[in-house]
């Protein structure tokens, strides 16, 4: 069965700070991996990742993957708080564009 | 370009009664998938269509869920009875491609609360 873990379940920082969020995956005919940031509705794409070592960037966003280690960690710079949100990792496998969620990171950006 | 679009917004409603949502997914995305998230967790994947047919439907559970995508456009999930562990955020999303490697965008949901 497809696992996805993200650490921490949640976090609380001050405006300003640099966060690192983790993602870890077991899955079958691994395809890609994807961020999404959740706030009180949908999900909206942050990045998929395919390649290993190849950071994908996006303002203070960044992501990478490691396919050797299975994992995936997404950085957040000079955070604000509109960051404010659940952050969702999740892996698609095969050809199906099948996504396995894991249970997201609740990020807090305090003043 | 108009995004995936779900209603109702918000549903409540009583044990065994029954529930349908509604989604209209991006135009000329072939792909829907339903999923089913439970506060605190991620969504979960209950059914996939590519275009009118289903591609998974692995985790829906069967005896109370069903859902169609006629002529392969709009969908509707259905409940019925409503259990108590039903209360979630239905979402619903699309993608361009039949095959991986595109992303899904999400419609904003049906909270539905059983009680």
């Known amino acids: 069965e497809d696992k996805v873990v993200q650490s921490p379940l949640s976090l609380v920082v001050h405006e300003g700070d640099t966060v690192t969020l983790n993602c870890s995956y077991e899955v079958t005919n691994f395809r890609s991996l994807l961020w999404y940031k959740q706030e009180k509705k949908a999900p909206t794409f942050l990045f998929m990742l395919t390649s290993s070592g190849i950071e994908k960037k996006s303002g203070r966003l960044s992501s990478i993957l490691d396919k050797k280690e299975l994992f995936s960690i997404l950085n957040i710079t000079a955070t604000q708080t509109g960051d404010s949100a659940v952050y969702l990792c999740a892996v698609e496998r095969g050809t199906a564009s099948k996504l396995t969620f894991g249970t997201g990171t609740r990020l807090q950006v305090t003043l | 370009e108009a995004g995936v679009a779900q209603s109702p917004r918000y549903k409540i409603i009583e044990k065994r009664q029954s529930v349908a949502f509604w989604c209209n997914p991006i135009?000329?995305?072939?792909?829907l998938y339903w999923y089913q998230q439970i506060l605190g967790q991620g969504p979960k994947l209950l059914i996939q269509?590519?275009?009118?047919?289903?591609?998974?439907d692995s985790q829906l559970p069967k005896d109370r869920f069903s859902a169609e995508r006629l002529k392969g456009v709009d969908s509707t999930l259905k409940i019925q009875p409503a259990k108590l562990e039903d209360s979630a955020v239905y979402l619903c999303?699309?993608?361009?491609?039949?095959?991986?490697?595109?992303?899904?965008?999400f419609g904003p949901g049906t909270r539905l609360t059983v009680t």
């Open positions: 135009s000329g995305h072939a792909t």
């Open positions: 269509f590519q275009n009118n047919g289903v591609v998974d």
């Open positions: 999303a699309s993608s361009l491609g039949v095959i991986g490697g595109y992303e899904q965008y």
